[in-house]
């Protein structure tokens, strides 16, 4: 098993729980870690053997830039269950999303969600 990574993949999108947040948007970060055997594309050179991360990010920004959630939970969930359901490739997946800057009274990098997707044996 290999894994492959995208950090901080950045989006501006209309998420949160507050109308503020969903009218004037915030910003984005989010991480995706697949596990994979990912050694036939080492052998064979070629995309269709691996994850194409560039899909994978084209899903990502689908969702990012689909409908209005309130958490970044419900963000996490859809990102998962469609890259997971798009690469049967993956026997494990791990979503991480970012939210910089929310909106709490003390001041703080980030929130940040992270769950994790498992094909059964």
């Known amino acids: ?3 492959l990574t995208l950090k901080s ?5 209309y998420h949160g729980f507050y109308e ?10 989010v991480d995706l870690t697949f ?3 990912l050694r036939p594309a080492g052998d064979s050179d070629r995309l ?5 991360y560039q899909k994978a990010a084209d899903i990502v920004q689908k969702v990012m830039e689909g409908p209005s ?3 970044i939970e419900s963000l996490t969930k859809r990102i998962g269950d ?11 997946l791990q979503v991480s999303v970012r939210k910089l800057a929310p909106p709490i009274d003390v ?3 980030y929130s940040e969600t992270r769950m994790s997707w498992r094909r059964s044996l």
């Open 1 to 3: 098993m290999a894994t």
């Open 48 to 52: 269709e053997d691996t994850i194409d």
């Open 82 to 92: 469609q890259l997971f359901e798009s690469f049967p490739k993956a026997e494990r």
């Open 20 to 29: 503020e947040e969903r009218r004037q948007g915030n910003r984005f970060e």
């Open 69 to 71: 959630q309130k958490l």
């Open 35 to 37: 596990t994979a055997g």
């Open 107 to 109: 001041e703080t990098a």
């Open 9 to 13: 993949l950045c989006f501006k999108a």
